[in-house]
Structures are given as structure tokens and as C-alpha cells.
């Protein structure tokens, strides 16, 4: 992980700064953050990655660069010191949760689709955060088990 200082803006009491970050991985997936750090806090930004990161994953990039980005800008979080997050990632393990193939991928897209329905919530943006994969791959993912017949058809027909 590489962290580099964007820009700093001087307040009345104190400092604003922010930090563009790269987080590579061993199976060549890239997350770019641009953070800001003011009053000990961490705040993310923007963030890109490729491939897209899950709901799962996005919600520990904070936990994953804390620690690298308060060190850049020399003051510490105020965590306990049993509290710090280890690296989440071995060499072997992927940015994207690896997704089943044939079959069994198909009918874990028709539950996380149906489930999405159920709750109210977008069905495709469902599959995309669960896969990893970007809204076309999880269309086609959705077709699938259509093909199947683990999910009713697009239309109903009158």
C-alpha cells in the first residue's frame, strides 16, 4: 500500500489533510482512495476500484488504510492498541470474494436476487455487491438463472 499527501488546508485551530492511497493485490486488483484526516477522524472521499469492491469489502477499507494513512500524517488514531486491524489479506487471497461457477452460481444469483426483491431493495444491485462484478456481468449472471427457471420471467406475460 502506497500513501502520498494531496493537499493541506490550514484552519484557525488546526489542519485539514487529505491523501490519495493505492491498495494493490496479488491478483492485480487496484482500490484508490482519496482520504481525509482532520482531528484524529478518517474520512472517506472517493474511492475506485477495479474490480468493483463488495458492500463487504467497502465497508473495511477504512479498517484496511487507517493505520498507513494516520502514520503518513504523523498523529496516531485513537484505537486501543488490540484494536488495530491486521493486514485482511494473505498473499493468495483475491479483492473480489471468489464466486461459484455453472449451477451453484446460478442459484446463489437467484437467492440474493429473490432476497433483494423480498426486502425491497434493487435486485441487480444486490448481485453486483455479492459478486463483485459490474452491473452487465450481473445482468448477464441474472439471465442465467432465468435461463435456469430459478427466477420468474422479465415481464409477466397478460
Do not use: N
Amino acid at each position: 500500500m502506497t500513501v502520498r499527501p494531496a493537499w493541506e488546508v490550514q484552519e484557525q485551530g488546526g489542519a485539514t489533510a487529505w491523501f490519495d492511497a493505492r491498495l494493490s493485490f496479488p491478483d492485480g486488483a487496484e482500490v484508490e482512495v482519496l482520504a481525509v484526516v482532520r482531528d484524529g477522524r478518517l474520512s472517506l472521499e472517493d474511492v475506485r476500484a477495479q474490480p468493483p469492491l463488495s458492500l463487504d469489502d467497502l465497508a473495511e477499507l477504512a479498517d484496511w488504510i487507517e493505520v498507513p494513512l494516520f502514520e503518513a500524517c504523523g498523529t496516531t488514531p485513537e484505537i486501543l492498541e488490540e484494536e488495530l486491524p491486521g493486514s485482511p489479506y494473505g498473499t493468495g487471497r483475491r479483492a473480489r470474494p471468489a464466486w461459484p461457477r455453472g449451477a451453484e452460481g446460478r442459484r446463489r444469483v437467484a437467492e440474493e436476487y429473490l432476497a433483494a426483491q423480498r426486502s425491497g431493495y434493487d435486485p441487480v444491485l444486490a448481485v453486483m455487491c455479492a459478486t463483485g462484478h459490474s452491473r452487465r456481468k450481473s445482468l448477464r449472471l441474472i439471465a442465467g438463472a432465468r435461463d435456469e427457471g430459478l427466477l420468474g420471467p422479465r415481464h409477466a406475460r397478460r
